[in-house]
T-cell receptor, first 111, second 112 residues
Framework: RKEVEQDPGPFNVPEGATVAFNCTYSNSASQSFFWYRQDCRKEPKLLMS???SGNEDGRFTAQLNRASQYISLLIRDSKLSDSATYLCVVPRAGSARQLTFGSGTQLTVLP | NAGVTQTPKFQVLKTGQSMTLQCAQD?????MSWYRQDPGMGLRLIHYSVGAGITDQGEVPNGYNVSRSTTEDFPLRLLSAAPSQTSVYFC???????????FGPGTRLLVL
């Protein structure tokens, strides 16, 4: 299994829809997880951190399933401004100093 | 705070040339790192530093050197540019290793 794998996408959803992305990871010892968003030709920016079973921030919910080793990101009431690539990030196995980034899931919210 | 800054924004090099990508942060972060981003491959860690005077290799260190003489600056040197180093380079910093951080705006490098 790759260290981090994400839904390939792209996801094209209408405004107002609910969309969910999954991310699986191989390092069972990971304690912290992150979701970043990256706009086209811009730098990644932290969206959410996940340290326990999950985290919620407004329309965004991240859930962690340690038994199955996946994390998910749920976006409710999608806005046009949510269009971006979402990156799943997990500490590297054997090296908590290094983070491994997934290749990203592209989301386009359509009017 | 300026956050994480990178220069230059764009650069074109010929094969064999050397150059230094600059990165600076004003948040007093101990941990800094360099990534490259290629289409379909996500960000890959090149080198990182846990503090001034301490650097270590990441996933793809070959062809790159780093140094950390101050907390603020973490330059990345390409020793002899190759077309395979064409990529977008991001510098990042964080309070501690293994934690999320802030990224600079990136440097787009084309090696001909």
């Amino acid at each position: 299994r790759k260290e981090v794998e994400q839904d390939p996408g792209p996801f094209n959803v209408p405004e107002g829809a609910t969309v969910a992305f999954n991310c699986t990871y191989s390092n069972s010892a990971s304690q912290s997880f992150f979701w970043y968003r990256q706009d086209c030709r811009k730098e990644p920016k932290l969206l959410m951190s996940v340290y326990s079973s999950g985290n919620e921030d407004g329309r965004f919910t991240a859930q962690l399933n340690r038994a199955s080793q996946y994390i998910s990101l749920l976006i409710r009431d999608s806005k046009l401004s949510d269009s971006a690539t979402y990156l799943c990030v997990v500490p590297r196995a054997g090296s908590a100093r290094q983070l491994t980034f997934g290749s990203g899931t592209q989301l386009t919210v359509l009017p | 705070n300026a956050g994480v800054t990178q220069t230059p924004k764009f650069q074109v090099l010929k094969t064999g040339q050397s150059m230094t990508l600059q990165c600076a942060q004003d948040m007093n972060h101990e941990y800094m790192s360099w990534y490259r981003q290629d289409p379909g491959m996500g960000l890959r860690l090149i080198h990182y530093s846990v503090g001034a005077g301490i650097t270590d290799q990441g996933e793809v260190p070959n062809g790159y050197n780093v140094s950390r003489s101050t907390t603020e600056d973490f330059p990345l040197r390409l020793l002899s540019a190759a077309p395979s180093q064409t990529s977008v380079y991001f510098c990042a910093s964080s309070y501690s290793n293994g934690q999320s951080g802030y990224f600079g705006p990136g440097t787009r490098l084309l090696v001909l």
